[in-house]
Every structure is written in structure tokens, then in C-alpha cells.
């Protein structure tokens, strides 16, 4: 195994020793960067390297997400952790497996080959020559660097912990008490929440701080510029002095630009446009222009439970708990923001709500680090839930144009797809300056650092914008729009989710044109086995359409290169749009967890329902207008699918992730399936009653 | 003003000192260290501070101090523990009906009220009874379907 093709995580954390750690009395420790977001990562890593190492998962302990302990993994995101993060694991688990192996061999005096490793003893089978790890451990030492060295395999091949459904590790404590960095305690914690402005770039300019510090149980008022936080003795006189503090702030608050109709909205912004791909001539043999624009609007990440982290400042160094994705990261920009060097902050990563992207996690995680070093006690610090909806960043929203040139024998020769949107991707810590929030707003202030999307072939805005289709002309045109009227970053699948919305639209727009059958459109350009499979195993699977359903279906390969998902829907339409089942085929190569793959699937495609049927942000001049659950309505349990999704086995392939597939190829099915049922083709997000009605026109 | 409160909870009586009006989520979390009732929104829109009150599901959020005083509060640590756990707790975990699980606890106390309720209620039942409850992960065919097998159990 040469250097290059080594898995990231591995190559840039090569030690041993960052990976495993043999404790006495039979237990071992397992360290990973990837950390766990209700995704069951940390389950999974646990599988592969109780698998490598030969263990019973309960001798194995693993810490997640740690930057006294833990690999530096950059972010737990893109569905990159069993791809790059599982990857290596398993790579440093082998070969540590190995160097004791052969350390016990030379021991035994037996030929490696000949030792089996069960439940942490390395033996020859059917006799009484073994050595346990913990009785070889102090004789192999880890500290050395990851060599590549040929593996013994398993004697008896794989031990069967990679490829079942383990219970999740972490949910019995979570079905029951205390499992989050919400519910730490320490003593002498006080309680904090910050007063945000009331809009971007509001100014506080006025503060009577006297009444703040008089109200009951305040211990501490933080004012940095913008910046206002109070720490309280009890949870409720902090939420109490929240709002005396809005009582006692003015503030000067510059107008936000006004809210219209996504497509007019971004249109109207400077763009920068680039071709960021381009495949065969521009000229083609089309006979007929299939030509549509599509859109979503911004969406909120909504987390149920809002964003919470707690910081202890001590004389050399702040102690950070939070829910990050990016614990190393996080110390990085922290330390930046304080103007500490990195080893002066410790970030421990604690489980949180639901994760789908860059929420506010980072965020509270510095307000709670600045109140902490100001009031010298232990700070709990939560945002509230209009907090969330307001200041978190929110996904980018997106205007696709596609136009799509087919020849007189069917074929699709020609297809342009135009995209407008922001960058999908600001997380501290990837580019240059502070991504912060209260180190814009405190004294002095940060600049907010300007925009950069990630390129493709993984991409941003255009990620998926490359049909995966074999059409002999392609051409990607991202208008990239720099400004920013509303906070932006990654929600889940980032731009993935309106690209593929478009291009399994178009793909229905142009069958519906030709008279063919969508299923057979799609495999008609498609050369990918694995794609076809997956396509037609959803076919499959969903049978015979029920009378009164309309049924659609939308597929890609994540990112063109993780996991590949077709999706079929089926919707009814009476007082609302409803789906009311769906189907999914999912090939993700060799599967670690299969309940956890489904688990993760199921999630995104009611997430992904959720964003089709009901969201969008809305503002007016006076700040985001999302102040509470009844301003951002989400998927109920009244309109819950059923869901159904079948894995594709391909034990044999590497592992690809699977955690966002399902998004884009949902809100197609859902387009797709309201055309099939209704006849209407509703090309904007969200598929409220009233687009539907406009769409009729 | 503080002021002392007797409260029963989970079966016992507890003694806390707050003001009377400070929402019974808080009292739970902080005083009693039941951190199993969670705090969303506290606006009485996302359930997953909910709570049995005299055997209804009421979000904790929503309730007032002075308002427990004199009715028997139960949390979903008086449910069951991971050592002990109630055939709801154990349902979900046979069905793996969470995903981040903030609001799970929340829903497994609505659904103890309903069951004890209705033995066997239909899936629309179930979701009616969810109608306060938010799950963003989008877990719902899971938490339907491990309620409906507590049901079935519960009703053996």
C-alpha cells in the first residue's frame, strides 16, 4: 500500500497509538475523530474495529471526538466518517492485530499463520498456546507510525461483527436520563443565554446594565460590543434575565433586504459564474429542447433540541463540552478567537440533538468558552429556541436551470444545467478567519470571512449538478453569488438535494414529452451496473401502483461517488399533499451496520419529505421571522410515510456513504409522484398547496 | 420569591425551594436531576419535556411550579432505567426508534399515558396522540412501530 492511497485520517494521523490503546484487565480503547450525531458512528467504528482487532465489542471502549485524546478528523460531515474515518480504523486496527501477532508467534515459537485471534487471545486453535493483547502489551509498543505492512488475515476470515445490525451503543442511556452535554453538571455551574441581536448586523447601542445585574440571580453580565450574555445561578433566572436584558438593550438595526420568490430573489444578487464542468461539443443533433427552472428556498437545520455547550476557563486553559462536529477544529478557532495558542483549549465532544450540518454546535461552544473565562465559574450555556431558528446557519437556497436537447431516436444528447445559489459550505476552521458568530459581534469585531464553496468532483453548491447520466454533451454553468443576505453553511447533502430535485424532474419532464416510461428514460442513459440495479430493485420493490396514488421516482449517486439511492413515492392528494409511502434502494458497498443504513435512510427521506412538503425561511425587514416551532412547521406524525428500504448487497465493494443519499432523490420521487397522481409539474420548493395551485396555471 | 414545594415524583416525595412560577422542567432537570426530561422549546410546542401528571402527558415546560404541588409527577426515569426498563423503553430499543434521541423520552412518557389509556390503539391513535411531539431526525416509522409493539406486549 503506497502512501497516497492511504485513507485521510490515517495519513494524517498515523501514530498507533492515536488509534488504539490496550488497557489492563482485558479492555481496550479505540479512538476516532468521527463523532457520534444520532448517525450511529460511533457503533459502527466500534463494529469495525472490534472486527480488526479480534475483540468482543464489550471489551472495547471508544472515545470520540477529543482533542486531548482523540485523531484530528477535521469534521464528522459529508458522510465521510465509515468512507475515510471507518477506513482507517480498519487499516490501524489490522496492523496493530498484526504486530501482535507476530509478537506472540515469536513468543509461541508457531508461524503466524497458524494463530487465530478470538475475544483478544491469539492462539493456535485446539491447543494451549496463546498470549492475550494485554499480556503482549507491554512488549508491543504503539508508538510507532502506521507502516502498511501485509496483514495476517483472520484465520477463520471475518468474524461476523462488520455486516450485522448492533444495537446502537449509545441509546440505552439516551432512552432514559442523562446522555447529553445538556444534562452535565459541575459544581458551581451557573446557567447563561445570550440576548442575539434582533437582526444581522444590528448594532447595541444603548444598555442599562445596572437593571440586568439586579435581576434575581444574575452572577454575571458579559457585553462585548454586540456581543450580551447573562450567567445566572439557576436555568430560569438566566431565561428570566434574558428578558429584562431585551428590555434594557436598544439596538439599531439595519434593514434586510426583502423577501420575494426564490428564483427572482437570487437573480437579483451579483453573481460570479463559472462552467465548473464540461463534457463533449457544444453542438448537438437535438430535435427537441426540454427547458425548466427549479427551486428551494433557504431551510433551517431545526434541531429539537437547541444548540448547548459547557466551559470551565481555568488559569491555563479553557475546557470546552459540546456537540461539534469538528472538535479540533473547534479548539483552532476558538484559540484564534481568544488569541491563545491551540494547547490552551480542550474541546470534548458530548453527544447533542439531531445533527445535520453546521448549526449553532460551534457557535454556543464559543459563547460558553467567553462567558467562562468572564464570570470564573463553570458555564452552562444554552440558545433558546427562536435562537436556533434565527442565528444558526441556515442551508443555502438554490435556482437550477436545466435545458436538455433530445435527438429524434429519444436520446438525450444535449443538457445544460445552470445553478445560482451561495457557498453551501462556511465551517470554522476550513478557510481563512473566524467562522464564529459572537466573534463578529464583540469588540473588536472579527470580519466575517468571505465565501468559498468546495469544488467538485465532490462540490458545494453543484454537488450532483454532474447528471450521472452517459448524455454525450454536458455542461455545469454555477452562477456563485458571494453575498450573503442570510447566514449560510452546510445542511445536509448541500446543494446535492436541488440539483438532483431538478434533474430527476427534468428526467420525469422528458419521459412524460417522449411517452416512455421514467424507469426506462433513466436506465436508457444510464451505464452504471450498480446504478441500474439499484433503480430497478426500487422498482421492484415498490410493485403494483395502488389505486388513487400518484407514484414518482428520483435517483443519483450521492456526490457521484458515495452511495447510490433510487427513491419511489407514493403521494395522495385531498386537503394536502401527502406521501404516503416510499420506497428506497440503497447500494452503499459493503454495509457495516445494516439497521443503522436504514435507520440513516428512513431519516433522510422523511427529513428530506419535511423540506419538500412544508420549509422555508421566512424574513421580513425587520430580521428572520422564525420565532418558534408555529413559524418553521415540520413533518408530523400524521403525515408520517411508511417506509421501506431495501439494501443492495455488494459485501465485496468498499463501504460508501450513505448518511445524505436519500435527499435529493426523495423530493424528485415527491415532484415526480405529484405529476403522476395530479398532472401538475410543481417545479419550486416547498410543494405547499398554494405552489401547487400556482403550478395548475 | 422563593418559597418550599413538596412534590411527588416517581413515587416520592421531594422538597424543592423556587419560585413558584418557574416552569416544572427546570425544577426536574436541575433540582432533581432528572435530566431524562429534556428541554426543546419551552414554549409547549416540541414534547420533549413531557411528563405524566396525575397519569397525562403535559409538557413540563408549559407547567408552573405551584401547578405540581399535590399531583403525582412522573418522568420517564420513573418509567424504567436501562437496568430496569419499561416495555416501552424496551420496545424502541428492540426497534432502534431513535436516531439522535433528544426527543424520544419525551414520547415514550406521551405513549405510557396513552397505553395505559387505550391497550391497543390504531396507528392513526398513535399519531394523534403524538400530534405535541417533533422528531427531526425523522424517526417516525420507527417510534410508530415501537409503540405499537409495546402494545402488543404490554398486552399479553
Redo the contacts between chains.
Keep these: 500500500m503506497s502512501a497516497p492511497e492511504l485513507p485521510l485520517s490515517l495519513r494524517t494521523n498515523p501514530r498507533l497509538d492515536r488509534w488504539v490503546r490496550f488497557d489492563g484487565d482485558g479492555k481496550v480503547a479505540v479512538f476516532s475523530g468521527k463523532v457520534e450525531?444520532?448517525?450511529?458512528i460511533v457503533t459502527a467504528m466500534a463494529q469495525i474495529a472490534a472486527e480488526e482487532l479480534g475483540v468482543e465489542p464489550a471489551q472495547l471502549a471508544i472515545v470520540a471526538g477529543d482533542t486531548t485524546a482523540a485523531p484530528d478528523e477535521w469534521y464528522t460531515a459529508g458522510s465521510q466518517s465509515i468512507e475515510v474515518g471507518g477506513a482507517s480504523m480498519r487499516r490501524a486496527c489490522a496492523e496493530v492485530r498484526t504486530l501482535f501477532v507476530e509478537a506472540a508467534a515469536a513468543e509461541l515459537e508457531v508461524a503466524p499463520g497458524d494463530l487465530e485471534v478470538r475475544a483478544g487471545v491469539i492462539g493456535v486453535p485446539g491447543t494451549d498456546l496463546k498470549r492475550s493483547y494485554w499480556e503482549l502489551a507491554r512488549k508491543v509498543s504503539l508508538a510507532r507510525d502506521y507502516s502498511g505492512r501485509p496483514v495476517w488475515p483472520h484465520k477463520a476470515g471475518r468474524l461476523g461483527l462488520v455486516g450485522t445490525?448492533a444495537?446502537?451503543r449509545?441509546?440505552?442511556?439516551?432512552?432514559?436520563?442523562?446522555?447529553?452535554v445538556?444534562?452535565m453538571?459541575l459544581p458551581g455551574m451557573v446557567?447563561a443565554r445570550v440576548l442575539r441581536p434582533p437582526a444581522y448586523g444590528a448594532r447595541l447601542v444603548a444598555l442599562d446594565e445596572a437593571v440586568l445585574r439586579a435581576a434575581p440571580g444574575v452572577v454575571a453580565v458579559v457585553r462585548s460590543g454586540d456581543f450580551l450574555a447573562v450567567a445566572a445561578e439557576?436555568?430560569?433566572q438566566a431565561?428570566a434575565a434574558l428578558e429584562v436584558a431585551r428590555r434594557a438593550a436598544r439596538w439599531e438595526t439595519p434593514p434586510m433586504p426583502e423577501q420575494t420568490e426564490t428564483v427572482r430573489f437570487l437573480m437579483g444578487l451579483p453573481a460570479r459564474p463559472s462552467k465548473v464542468f464540461f463534457k463533449g461539443t457544444a453542438a448537438t443533433s437535438g430535435t427537441r429542447r426540454f427547458e425548466a427552472m427549479y427551486s428551494r428556498p433557504y431551510l433551517a437545520h431545526?434541531?429539537?433540541?437547541?444548540s448547548c455547550a459547557l466551559a470551565v476557563a481555568e488559569a491555563d486553559r479553557i475546557r470546552i463540552w459540546s456537540h461539534t462536529q469538528g472538535p479540533h477544529m473547534l479548539r483552532g478557532q476558538i484559540a484564534k478567537a481568544l488569541g491563545l495558542p491551540d494547547t490552551a483549549v480542550e474541546v470534548m465532544h458530548r453527544?447533542?440533538?439531531?445533527?445535520?450540518g453546521h448549526n449553532g454546535a460551534d457557535d454556543v461552544a464559543f459563547d460558553a468558552a467567553v462567558v467562562a473565562r468572564a464570570c470564573g465559574r463553570p458555564v452552562m450555556l444554552?440558545w433558546?429556541?427562536a435562537d436556533e431558528l434565527r442565528w444558526a446557519p441556515f442551508g443555502s437556497a438554490m435556482a437550477v436551470k436545466i435545458a436538455a436537447d433530445v435527438d429524434s431516436g429519444g436520446r438525450i444528447v444535449g443538457w445544460k444545467h445552470e445553478l445560482w445559489s451561495h457557498t453551501h459550505v462556511k465551517r470554522p476552521g476550513r478557510g481563512e478567519g473566524i467562522e464564529l458568530l459572537a466573534a463578529w459581534h464583540m469588540d473588536p469585531p472579527v470580519p466575517v470571512p468571505p465565501a468559498a464553496d468546495l469544488p467538485l468532483p465532490a462540490g458545494g453548491g453543484d454537488r450532483n449538478a454532474v447528471p450521472i447520466y452517459d448524455f454525450p454533451h454536458q455542461e455545469v454553468v454555477y452562477h456563485f453569488l458571494p453575498e450573503m443576505p442570510l447566514r449560510v453553511s452546510a445542511l445536509r447533502s448541500l446543494g446535492a438535494f436541488a440539483n438532483v430535485f431538478a434533474i430527476e424532474s427534468m428526467m420525469d419532464e422528458i419521459a412524460g414529452g417522449l411517452g416512455v416510461d421514467p424507469l426506462e428514460l433513466r436506465l436508457r442513459h444510464l451505464a452504471d451496473e450498480r446504478g441500474r440495479d439499484v433503480l430497478r430493485a426500487a422498482a421492484r420493490a415498490a410493485g403494483a401502483k395502488r389505486p388513487g396514488t400518484g407514484r414518482g421516482m428520483g435517483f443519483a449517486r450521492y456526490k457521484n461517488l458515495s452511495a447510490y439511492c433510487a427513491v419511489m413515492a407514493e403521494v395522495e392528494i385531498a386537503q394536502k399533499l401527502r406521501v404516503r409511502r416510499v420506497i428506497a434502494a440503497v447500494d452503499a458497498g459493503l454495509v457495516v451496520n445494516p439497521?443503522g443504513l436504514r435507520?440513516?435512510v428512513?431519516?433522510?427521506?422523511?427529513?428530506a419529505?419535511?423540506w419538500t412538503l412544508k420549509e422555508q425561511v421566512r424574513w421580513t425587514r425587520e430580521g428572520i421571522a422564525l420565532h418558534?416551532?408555529?413559524d418553521y412547521p415540520?413533518?408530523?406524525?400524521?403525515e408520517?410515510?411508511?417506509?421501506e428500504v431495501v439494501i443492495v448487497e455488494r459485501p465485496e465493494a468498499p463501504s460508501l456513504g450513505a448518511g445524505e443519499c436519500a435527499a435529493g432523490p426523495t423530493a424528485a420521487a415527491i415532484a415526480n409522484a405529484l405529476y403522476d397522481g395530479l398532472g401538475v409539474r410543481a417545479r419550486h420548493l416547498p410543494l405547499t398547496l398554494e405552489r401547487i395551485a400556482a403550478a395548475m396555471d | 420569591m422563593s418559597e418550599s414545594f413538596t412534590l411527588r415524583v416517581n413515587g416520592r416525595t421531594r422538597v424543592v425551594k423556587a419560585e413558584r412560577s418557574v416552569p416544572l422542567v427546570y425544577v426536574l432537570r436541575n433540582d432533581l436531576g432528572l435530566k431524562g426530561t429534556r428541554l426543546g422549546c419551552g414554549t409547549g410546542h416540541c414534547g420533549a419535556c413531557t411528563v405524566l401528571y396525575d397519569g397525562n402527558a403535559v409538557q413540563s415546560c408549559d407547567t408552573p411550579l405551584w401547578a405540581a404541588q399535590g399531583h403525582e409527577i412522573t418522568t420517564i426515569e420513573g418509567l424504567g432505567s436501562a437496568e430496569r426498563p419499561h416495555p416501552l423503553q424496551r420496545a424502541f430499543l428492540e426497534e432502534q426508534a431513535a436516531q439522535c434521541g433528544y426527543c424520544i423520552d419525551g414520547i415514550i412518557v406521551s405513549a405510557a399515558a396513552l397505553l395505559t389509556r387505550k391497550a391497543r390503539p390504531t396507528r392513526d391513535e398513535i399519531a394523534a396522540a403524538l400530534g405535541r411531539h417533533l422528531c427531526r431526525c425523522g424517526t417516525h416509522a420507527r417510534i410508530l412501530r415501537a409503540i405499537e409493539r409495546a402494545a402488543r406486549e404490554m398486552a399479553r
Excluded at chain 1, 428512513?602 to 427529513?607: F, N, S, T
Excluded at chain 1, 415540520?634 to 400524521?638: A, K, P
Excluded at chain 1, 408520517?640 to 417506509?643: K, R
Design positions: 450525531l444520532g448517525q450511529g445490525s444495537p446502537r449509545d441509546l440505552p442511556a439516551k432512552l432514559g436520563g442523562a446522555a447529553y445538556h444534562d453538571t446557567h439557576r436555568e430560569e431565561v431545526a434541531s429539537v433540541g437547541p453527544d447533542g440533538a439531531g445533527c445535520y444554552q433558546t429556541r439497521d435507520n440513516q428512513e431519516g433522510g427521506i422523511v427529513q419529505a419535511s418558534g416551532w408555529e415540520i413533518l408530523g406524525f400524521d408520517a410515510p411508511d417506509i
